[in-house]
Structures are given as C-alpha cells and as structure tokens.
C-alpha cells in the first residue's frame, strides 16, 4: 500500500507539474513545459527511466480587466473581445542518471479571436491562427537520489526555449483597408503562436512527504527573453506600439496532493497558481507592445493511476486578474490623462494530461515499502 500511494502521488507530480501556462486571453501568457516533464518517479528516479506524455489545455476569455477592475460594460455592450484556444503539448524525457535529466517538448496550438475593434468597428469577426508553437528541450538535476529522496525531494532545471512558432501569423481582417476592404493583417499578439525569441528558462520544482498519503508540491518558472521586439506590427495606433514585443514570463504553483488509499490510484489537489507576464524583461530592452498582467487562481485537480499510465485533470479557477500598466501607458499618461490599457481574461482553465512512465527497473527502496 505504502509503495503504490508514493508512486502514486510522484507520478501525479509529473502531470501536475508539466501542465504550464497558456495565453490567459489577451495577456499573452504563452504554453511552456519545463522539467516538470522529466521526472521518472518525481521525486525518486532511475537511470534509463523514460517519460512520454501529453497535455491538453483549453480556456475562453471574454472578462476584460484594467488593473484589478472588471468592465461589465464590455460584455453587456457587445464589445468584449474573445478569445478561445486550444493547446497540446509532447513531451519526452529521459533520466540520464538518478539525478540528472532531460526533456524535450514539442507545443502546437489552435486559436480563435473575435472582436469588433480589430474589423473597423462595424461588425465582429474571426482570426485564427494554428501550427507549432515555440519548441522546448532542457535539463534537471535531483539534489537527493535513492533512500533519501522518498520523503522530499528538489529539483533545479535549465532549459532553452527556441522560436520554432510562427510569430507573425496573419489571417484576414475585415472593413481595415480602402474603402472598407479587407485585408491580410498579422493577428493579435494573444494568438501568435511564437514570440520570435531565444528564450532561457530557470525552474525549481519539489515535493514533501507530510503523511502517508499526504504531500505538498511546488513549480516556480521564469523565461528570460532577450530580444527587445520581433518585428511583427501591430497595427495600433501608437507609434511606441506599432512592433510586438518579446516579453518575459513567471509562473508559481503550490499545493497539496492527497492519495485515496480505500482507492488504488486515485488522489486529489488544491493548490494556489501565480502566472504572469512582467512590465520590464530582466535581460534587454522591453519596447515594442505587450500587455503586462497577472492572473491569481486556485487549482483544483484529480487524478488516477492504471499501472504505469496516469492521467490527471487540474481546473484552475481565476481568483484575481490585473491587467498592469504597460511602459506605453506609463509613458503617454499626463496628470489629464491617465492611461491604462485593458485586456480580457479567462474564468478557468482546463488542463488534462496523461503520462507513460518506461521504467527501466524498479528503484529497490520501493521493494522494501
């Protein structure tokens, strides 16, 4: 019993912890998975261990925010822009030694966008954009192996994000050309499906052991992004806007896991999750257009467990959505006339996820549980 809650809870981890982020709606909150996807037993791996797995993500945004401020009028106008993606993501992994592992993970997306600002105001339209977003691989390494490492463990990753997704996705946009023509237009930043950068990724994922069947886990994630704008136009209005940016990104997520023993393989999660893109990047300039914003969100979450396959269904419910001050709005405001953009946001997320674990022995501490 004891042997099949733990690898129940740290293959849970796994699915958990590789269900990142996708854009939250207009805050171009992009999909990523990081070495949350490496881990061969989570916590305890083994060398020559293999991971596949995949992950699904939906959400719809149409709530839009300016700070923390909800505009109703929005919705109840029928201006409010919408946003409906989908995204999948494989991942591979391989545990080179107990410690040190790696992981490649290969995004596609398919999303929709409807608005009537974007088609000259007089009626609402569809964009689109679909196909492989920006491609991750990486590596871990576990600061504990074998015995030790049953209770608690913590994991330290590096890993590069490359600009495999099409940053300048174009579709057609309506009443904007000669004479209400349409034309052939780069589509939101929201929906691109790549930000054009070379992109360096820091993370640190964990997992304690309180009870039996009781854990607590943790994901922290930043993507530095050096290249200032990626020379994709916008088609706003402000000449400080007219280029996309290519922005940094942050995300936190902590919790708790608990495994149904009356159950074999079932368990349940409630965590807290942090996600964000930030007004200024770390390393480089930060010019060109980018909605800065955080989403807050509490993450509920169930899985199950079928001999070496789990899959997990998580719903991150959206607590609190701010969509910050962007260096424009900063910039362009005069004690007359204070800007601060707005963008929408989702109410939820879904995150599903399976992952195949391929071990390539059973570690012998599970043998003495």
Not at 44 to 49: C, H, L
Not at 99 to 125: C, D, I, K, W
Not at 221 to 228: E, G, T
Not at 257 to 268: A, P, T, V
């Amino acid at each position: 019993m004891k042997r099949y809650i733990l690898l129940s809870a740290i293959i849970f981890g796994i699915l958990l912890l590789s269900q990142k982020s996708i854009a939250q709606g207009c805050v171009a909150i992009r999909q990523f998975s990081g070495i949350g996807n490496a881990v061969g037993q989570l916590n305890v791996q083994t060398q020559g261990d293999w991971n596949i797995s995949t992950n699904y993500r939906y959400f719809r945004s149409f709530r839009h925010f300016s700070g923390t401020e909800e505009q109703p009028q929005r919705v109840e106008q029928g201006t409010e822009v919408i946003n409906w993606s989908h995204g999948v993501d494989f991942n591979i992994s391989y545990s080179f030694t107990d410690r040190l592992f790696g992981t490649v993970s290969l995004p596609f997306a398919y999303n929709e966008r409807s608005s009537l600002y974007e088609h000259g105001r007089q009626s609402r339209h569809l964009s689109y954009s679909g196909g492989l977003a920006d491609m991750r691989i990486g590596a871990g390494y576990w600061l504990l192996s074998g015995e030790k490492a049953t209770k608690g463990n913590l994991a330290l990753g590096l890993g590069f994000k490359l600009p495999t997704g099409n940053y300048n996705a174009q579709s057609t946009f309506y009443n904007v050309g000669p004479n209400g023509t349409s034309e052939i237009r780069p589509v939101d930043q929201s929906i691109q499906l790549g930000d054009g950068g070379f992109g360096i990724t820091l993370e640190s994922q964990g997992i304690k052991q309180f009870k039996s069947a009781l854990f607590g886990y943790y994901n922290a994630f930043y993507l530095f992004n050096p290249r200032n704008t990626n020379g994709t136009r916008t088609s706003r209005s402000r000449q400080s806007e007219a280029i996309m940016s290519v922005p940094d990104q942050y995300a936190l997520r902590a919790g708790l896991f608990y495994s149904i023993k009356q159950i074999h393989g079932l368990g349940f999660s409630l965590g807290g999750r942090l996600e964000g893109v930030p007004i200024r990047d770390v390393i480089g300039e930060s010019g060109g257009f980018r909605r800065p914003g955080y989403v807050i969100s509490v993450e509920p979450g169930v899985s199950y467990m079928l001999g070496n396959v789990t899959a997990t269904l998580n719903v991150p419910v959206a607590l609190v959505r701010n969509r910050t001050r962007s260096l424009t709005d900063i910039a362009d405001s005069t004690p007359d006339n204070y800007r601060h953009g707005d963008a929408a946001f989702a109410d939820y997320l879904i995150n599903f996820g399976l992952v195949w674990r391929i071990p390539k022995k059973i570690p012998e501490v599970f043998n003495s549980l």
